[in-house]
T-cell receptor, first 113, second 112 residues
Framework: KAGVTQTPRYLIKTRGQQVTLSCSPISGHRSVSWYQQTPGQGLQFLFE???????NKGNFPGRFSGRQFSNSRSEMNVSTLELGDSALYLC????????????FGQGTRLTVV | QKEVEQDPGPLSVPEGAIVSLNCTYSNSAFQYFMWYRQYSRKGPELLMYTYSSGNKEDGRFTAQVDKSSKYISLFIRDSQPSDSATYLCAMIDGQAGTALIFGKGTTLSVSS
């Protein structure tokens, strides 16, 4: 059974640009969550989508947005990139209504220069 | 004060030692408690989760939750060099939503 797949694995962008990250969940999982991981702040919740609807949102500015498609695949977009957006972006999928068994992808390492 | 506090370590132990990893939290509404392991350049891997207070055992791993003290622990018996990783605790406030609230992680090194 394939795990959570995130693409691309690495990305370098310039300040002010925008970026789109992709996540394919485990087959059958309907919940997809996104997290930002930095050395200073650790793992922080961005948002969660369940059956194409945003179910939960963290405390991030509106530059961070996402969506989920009918096949449960999800994308996350960051507009007007700032240097502080450099981080590992992780996607997790879960089949349950709660996220007690959430499985993570390997992440997309975003570097903003 | 962060909602979840975790000693970052690093924690260095010899092979075969018993390892104790801990987190404290401030939100009494947390109901679900998870432990993840993260190897360098990899995503977190779920080790186990528990609901409310009590113990749960899975092989060499035992998770304990003490809600009265707002304290959770992960014990690793007979530690192996392959256990060297960062261990993250995570919690969910089931009433407020489904977001995982993470500690910053403890880095463990097991030497052979």
């Amino acid at each position: 059974k394939a795990g959570v797949t995130q693409t691309p694995r690495y990305l370098i962008k310039t300040r002010g640009q925008q970026v789109t990250l992709s996540c394919s969940p485990i087959s059958g999982h309907r919940s997809v969550s996104w997290y930002q991981q930095t050395p200073g702040q650790g793992l922080q919740f961005l948002f969660e989508y369940f059956s194409e609807t945003q179910r939960n949102k963290g405390n991030f500015p509106g530059r961070f947005s996402g969506r989920q498609f009918s096949n449960s695949r999800s994308e996350m977009n960051v507009s007007t990139l700032e240097l502080g957006d450099s981080a590992l972006y992780l996607c997790a999928s879960s089949w349950a209504d709660s996220n007690t068994e959430a499985f993570f992808g390997q992440g997309t390492r975003l570097t903003v220069v | 004060q962060k909602e979840v506090e975790q000693d970052p370590g690093p924690l260095s132990v010899p092979e075969g030692a018993i390892v104790s990893l801990n987190c404290t939290y401030s939100n009494s509404a947390f109901q679900y408690f998870m432990w993840y392991r993260q190897y360098s350049r990899k995503g977190p891997e779920l080790l186990m989760y528990t609901y409310s207070s009590g113990n749960k055992e899975d092989g060499r791993f035992t998770a304990q939750v003490d809600k009265s003290s707002k304290y959770i622990s992960l014990f690793i018996r007979d530690s192996q060099p392959s256990d060297s990783a960062t261990y993250l605790c995570a919690m969910i406030d089931g009433q407020a939503g489904t977001a995982l609230i993470f500690g910053k992680g403890t880095t463990l090194s097991v030497s052979s």
